[in-house]
């Protein structure tokens, strides 16, 4: 079923719907490791941890893939970092013990731990850990998939509105080139992003009705761990 719905959400994510999958699991960290390997997509998060609602109600590995979700859902700034922060409408969680936490983060597992004032995710990924059969964890921090759809939902948005009675001319091109700079410079103040190229725009001699805009651009990255060196002399 999961295999399922990550083929629908990197669909509906390749269509302008991005999408994200929220799961979870309990009991044994390795077979939720190994179910995370298997996913290995951007676009599928898998926590492990059985949360307990609360008020009432039994543990269960659904309420805290919800939670999670949840907390996802209502960030209105998508580099702000859910590390530490209490998941809502959880109060216990049955999770892993801290010598198991790094190999299911190891694995593109996101831990729940239980903290004096409730439940938190140790550390938010997706399940990608590799690509094309290299490591590479470009993609598991949730926020560098959060930050990518959020501006390219902002760059569309903002572009949609000069299609109306748009020509092929060079004022539209340039119109379109300088509505992408301006996003991406205010993206780069904010500290949504880190930097960016020139856009560059054009209309195909193939295809003059579709005007191509071509935007790249650098996630900022988040800092999830301090370590702390210390040198000492008596």
């Known amino acids: 079923l999961l295999g399922v719905a990550k083929a629908l959400a990197e669909g509906w994510s390749e269509n302008q719907q991005e999408t994200l999958i929220f799961a979870g699991m309990g009991g044994d960290p390795e077979a939720a490791g190994a179910l995370a390997g298997k996913m290995n997509s ?24 919800l939670a999670l979700c949840a907390a996802v859902a209502v960030l209105e700034d998508p580099s702000v970092s859910l590390t530490g922060q209490l998941l809502p409408g959880v109060g216990k969680v049955s999770g892993a013990t801290y010598a198991q936490v790094e190999g299911l983060l190891a694995a593109g597992v996101t831990p729940f731990a239980q903290t004096g004032a409730g439940v938190e995710a140790v550390r938010v990924l997706t399940t990608s850990t590799t690509l094309e059969g290299t490591a590479n964890r470009s993609f598991s921090p949730i926020n560098s998939i959060l930050i990518i759809d959020y501006v390219m939902r902002a760059l569309r948005r903002s572009l949609a509105a000069l299609l109306r009675g748009a020509k092929n001319s ?37 295809t003059p009705e579709v005007c191509v805009a071509q935007v790249s651009f650098r996630a900022a990255y988040l800092i999830n761990q301090i370590h702390i060196r210390a040198q000492i002399q008596l």
């Not at 951007?42 to 893939?65: H, I, T, Y």
């Not at 509505?179 to 205010?186: E, F, I, K, N, S």
């Open 42 to 65: 951007p676009r599928v998060v898998l926590s492990f941890g059985s949360a307990r609602p609360l008020g009432a109600g039994e543990e269960s590995p659904f309420w805290g893939a």
């Open 170 to 206: 060079p004022s539209t091109l340039s119109a379109v080139s300088s509505q992408l700079t301006v996003l991406l410079g205010d993206f780069l103040e904010r500290g949504i992003i880190t930097g960016y190229e020139a856009p560059r725009v054009s209309c195909p001699p193939e």
